[in-house]
């Protein structure tokens, strides 16, 4: 059904005459007659009787009128729910202790006007996959893996380098360290079953590796960081990297130490992606809250790929 002709019938009836309801939509009477008579024909009955004082609905356009306000107030919401800024905004963070979930806590308690829509993807590829075809606003990410250079539509900014710091049981062997350098741990078992070959964080370990001669097994199922601390507690010969900003408990008896990484300290880079035309308002503001909140990357003493946008 027309909803032109729909509004009209409407505003013909508000005003009781063709040209006043003319004068209000801003068309021509010719158009307003011809809009009634489409209309008419649709619905194979007459809407309005001419009279000397103007139109007077039939009974059957008494019918109908309470039908068509409501097509125009079910359209006028259908309209409101995509403009910028009456939807949430959609932000991927990756997983739920990450840092980028804590820099969007960050922007939500200093923007709690904002509402927002928190959802978590798998990789690189979901993420922009998402950003492009407008399911998710923005997303998390590091950027640009190699052979995976960003669409032309996608915009990215650096937002955050976050330390990698070794974590282990109460009986490793580098347990009691105040800190290790990435030379000490050559030889060293470092388990981390969530890196997935062909995601962005399997590439930055996969350089790590190359670069510094580590031994990183991915074995064995991910069955998520509580059992992987369970794991790590119970298991003196295994050690895992954990971020930094990554937030964890665990029961106080499994003992578990944070111990920092030196010469070079390991920085996973974090950066913003959005597409370039997403009109929403919260984008730009979080876009400002992340570039106030982040300190410019320094490279004194850190290591990150040399692919990594740090910017």
């Not at 139109?55 to 356009?61: K, S, V």
């Not at 915009?155 to 030379?183: I, K, M």
């Amino acid at each position: 059904m027309d909803l032109d002709a729909v509004r009209t019938f409407v505003a013909v009836v508000d005003t009781g005459r063709f040209q006043d309801a003319a004068a209000d939509l801003s068309i021509s009477q010719q158009a307003v007659s011809k809009r009634i008579a489409g209309l008419e024909k649709d619905l194979a009955v007459r809407l309005f009787t001419r009279t000397a004082h103007g139109a007077r609905l039939t009974i059957d356009g008494q019918a109908f009128l309470p039908h068509a306000r409501e097509l125009l107030r079910v359209a006028e919401r259908a309209v409101a729910s995509v403009l910028p800024g009456s939807r949430p905004l959609r932000v991927d963070v990756i997983a739920s202790r990450s840092a980028a979930s804590g820099l969007m806590r960050g922007f939500h308690r200093a923007h709690p006007e904002i509402e927002l829509d928190v959802v978590m993807l798998f990789d690189i590829e979901a993420a922009v996959a998402a950003i492009r075809s407008g399911a998710i606003d923005a997303s998390f990410r590091a950027v640009a893996v190699p052979g995976r250079p960003l669409p032309e539509e996608i915009d990215s900014v650096w937002v955050q380098d976050e330390v990698l710091q070794l974590l282990t049981g109460p009986d490793h062997v580098l347990a009691g360290a105040r800190s290790v350098t990435l030379a000490q741990l050559t030889g060293h078992r470092i388990w981390m079953p969530g890196i997935v070959p062909g995601t962005e964080w399997a590439a930055y370990y996969d350089d790590l590796v190359a670069e510094f001669g580590l031994t990183i097994e991915a074995t064995g199922p991910n069955f998520g960081s509580d059992a992987l601390l369970d794991t790590i507690a119970d298991t003196p010969a295994l050690a895992t990297f954990m971020g930094k900003q990554t937030r964890l408990v665990w029961p106080a008896g499994h003992g578990l130490r944070r111990i920092p990484v030196t010469d070079p300290t390991p920085v996973y880079p974090h950066s913003l992606l959005w597409r370039r035309d997403n009109p929403h308002p919260g984008l730009a503001v979080l876009r400002d809250h992340l570039a106030a909140a982040s300190a410019g990357p320094g490279d004194a003493g850190i290591w990150a790929p040399g692919w990594a946008t740090r910017r």
